[in-house]
């Protein structure tokens, strides 16, 4: 793999382990309801060919045909929304685990140099989670700060 794919995929996943755990969670849960669309569907046209046979008509009878036609195009229109459905949901997963990930990577690279250097105030990027801790870090870094230099006079 080149260098710049590498770097591209572990941009692209923070932290893989939990990445990958969140999108295979959504692409099975994608194709639970893919597969539950997909049988009413099956059991949606076999009802209608019961009632054409239970009404006597023979399997030559157009009503068959147009059945069959009908059939096939509403799969073609299945496969590709479900497609549509389940790459929404990987990439769905994929912003929701970054919104996520990122602030937890972020919290240990801070932590990771705290003493290495002033690094200023903590904070997020704007739309992740966790927004509340922040200020709570800052709060309770100054108030160590404080501690530190009082009693090291």
Partial sequence: MSKSKNRMLRNL?????????????????SFLMVLIQFLSLKYYFHKYLMEGKDIGLQA????????????????????VTSLVLVFVSVISALV???????????????????????????????G????DLPPIINDGLSKAKIRVSKENP
């Fill in 13 to 29: 996943l923070i932290n893989p382990r939990f990445q990958a755990a969140v999108i295979l969670h959504s692409v099975i849960v």
């Fill in 96 to 126: 929701l685990s970054h919104r996520i990930a990122g602030p937890i990577h972020r919290l240990k690279m801070f932590f990771g140099f705290l003493g290495d250097k002033d690094q200023g105030a903590f904070s997020f990027r704007k």
């Fill in 60 to 79: 030559s009878h157009p009503f068959f045909r147009f059945i069959a036609e009908q059939q096939a195009f509403m799969n073609t229109v299945f496969i």
């Fill in 128 to 131: 992740d989670f966790f927004q």
